[in-house]
């Protein structure tokens, strides 16, 4: 699990018994669709991907193994990118695509293709597909679709012959006897499609005003700017009666700088400004200051010391808790990991349990598509399996209540959440949306830091730190793995209780475990800040949100960063290297 900004990165009550709970291997009536407001007329993509759904069902319902649910997804992406470096234009482009994707199950819902046996865990069902015509072409787009199910078919049967005969020989454990897949109520909603207007011209113009700026910093190495635009439709339809069209517009502007100092450890700084309103995107005077302070703050770290490994007091900022939540917590929540006998399952049998400081909760509500002013990219009105976006309220006061579930049953959660997510052309597993993080304990931040000198002395420790932002982390969550994170901070203070400074400082990973991590939490802030990124895990990169107040934790550990050897440049940037400007000022 990776969480980065450009890229980010691994229920009721769960009871553990030896009668398990199933669902029912056949519904004995298919449950009324939930009829969501329609917005528009529905796509002729619907009624061709119906019809031969219908016609292929037809026949492997019958075939043996039988199949007994089928799936497509078709996904239209149209995006828009302009990226410019170091003042002058790298690509300005513009693309449609569409891509199909079939899923195939065989067997029933108690016991299908996907069935985890033993230690070689499940097989998720879906991912891959193919490359449709952009243009409405049905005869096209059904050939893709037999294609594709046939693939499906083929591997699921092949599946499936495995799990039968396998889990006559394989342990079973309690949480592997779990149905292999959620009933649902099908939903139908028929939003209007999501669609951008643009002149790539204007875009292209700031894209070399923005790297240019940073070029009157010898310290700066290389600078990049990318500006996106992308309208995301998507068309579902399964054999439950689901039928889905929606979208959705999202515009991205990126600032990342790059620099080296003088040991050859690397140094990056990033910055993103995310909208889907296109009057609200950020002006130039705004993004310049940004690239101000993003200069100012490489030259700064390109002289600061290195940090030795540390354990003592921290705080975090709000940016900063938010990425540490989304690690430490976040990915160790989703429902799948408490079933997979390769994970490490640090929740699974934990519902009920105080894992948190007591003012702690925790949600995660992908329905919210605004935080305040904030724009959340872990926004979305259904997750890629079909089901409506759901708030679920994960941990309530310090109290572990619920998992982010897919269609993946757990024992004592047989039904989805709507977290069904991945990227496309992979099968979608649970995962994060907008994870927020409340607290009932807050102080201005002001206080917060009057804490942390407090707690520095009473531990008697040198310094404390202050970690002001985070680029991204990662966290391990695999049985035969420890069971850490790393998080990976840019900017970092050493605080002295003493009077003196804060001292910039570089150099260092926040490391740990999440079960001691999480209780050493005393204090939060009150005002909760934004981190929106892309999370990478099984299923690929989607986007996400984390937002969290600025939080004190009475120990945190920090190691040293890994460092590259290479010194830097040996020649000055041409633009300044004095000696050849006074050569030029000579011949003039």
Known sequence: MKLTPTSIMVSALLISSSLPIFAKGKADAKPA????????????????????MDRELGILGKADPAAYFLSYIVSDVTRAEVTGSNGALLLSSETHDRWLEAQVRVGSYNLDNTHSVGSAGSNFAGGDGESVPIEDAPGVLQRAMWRQTDSQYRSAAESFIKVTTGKDVEVQTDEQRAPDFSQEKPQVYLGSQASFTLDRRPWEEKARLYTRFFRASPAILNSIVTFTAQANNQYDVNTEGTRLQ??????????????????????????????TDPSTAPNDKAVLEQCAALQKELEALVKAPLVEPFAGPTMLTGRAAAVFFHEVFGHRDEG?????????????????EQILPSFISIVDDPTMRKLGSEDLLGYYPFDDEGVAAQRVTLVDHGVLKNFEMSRQPLVGFLQSNGHGR??????????????????SHTVSNAELR??????????????????????????????GQPQAFQVEPLVVYKVYPDGRPDELVRGVNIVGTPLVSLTKIIATGDTTEVFNGYCGAESGSVPVSAAAPAMLITEMEVQKKETSTDRPPILPPPAHDLQTSESAKGAL
């Open 336 to 352: 799948f990991r408490q079933k997979e006998i390769n994970e490490g399952q640090t929740f699974a049998h934990k519902i009920g």
């Open 33 to 52: 669709p939930v009829e969501q407001p329609a917005q528009a007329a529905a796509s002729p993509l619907l009624g061709t991907m119906q019809q031969e």
């Open 246 to 275: 929606f979208g959705q517009v999202r515009y991205r502007l990126e600032l990342f700088v790059q620099g080296k100092a003088p040991d050859g450890m690397d140094i990056d700084r990033y910055y993103n400004f995310d909208w």
């Open 450 to 479: 009057k804490m942390l000198l407090d707690e520095i002395r009473t531990q008697g420790k040198p310094f404390g730190l202050l970690i002001d932002d985070i680029a991204g982390g990662f966290t391990m969550t695999g049985r």
């Open 422 to 439: 991945r990227q496309v052309g992979l099968p979608p597993v649970s995962r994060q949306g907008n994870l927020i993080v409340e607290s």
